[in-house]
């Protein structure tokens, strides 16, 4: 009888001690989890932030183009290089030197002039640096 009457108190303060060890447990796991996850998208950010992504778009006046040339992403890109992977057929003047650097939603223009019969398309790749990466690409197709 006593030991029953033992028993009880004892179960009273064990049982509320395991509940919370294993509570706390729980809680632990889940913040680490979130720890993990919030240094693994401050890490994505991070990277971002040093990508520059370079793309082009074309607008035409009759017989001119203009190749617009522009950075959106968030770094700067150094040494832009442009190589059309398709015949420009039609197209006079289109040339584009290598460009030294284009800031973050900055932009440069190369112009050309377009004979009767020209093509409609151009493919495009883009090479440049950034602080994330040398020799990044992008390929695209312009409609003109």
Do not use: C
């Not at 017989?63 to 290089?81: D, E, M, P, Q, Y």
């Amino acid at each position: 009888m006593e030991n029953a009457s033992l028993i009880l108190p004892i179960l009273a303060i064990l049982v509320p001690i395991y509940i919370y060890v294993r509570h706390d447990r729980k809680i632990k796991n889940q913040e680490k989890k979130l720890n993990d996850y919030q240094l693994k998208k401050f890490e994505l950010e991070d990277i971002e932030n040093k990508k520059a992504q370079i793309k082009g778009n074309i607008i035409t006046n009759g017989g001119r183009g203009v190749l617009k040339v522009f950075n959106t992403g968030k770094s700067t890109a150094h040494n832009i290089r442009l190589e059309l992977l398709s015949k420009p057929e039609g197209i006079i003047g289109l040339e584009f030197d290598p460009f030294a650097m284009l800031n973050s939603q900055e932009s440069t223009e190369t112009s050309f002039f377009l004979a009767e019969g020209h093509t409609s398309t151009l493919k495009v790749k883009y090479t440049w640096n950034n602080s994330y990466k040398e020799d990044n690409e992008f390929i695209q197709v312009l409609t003109i």
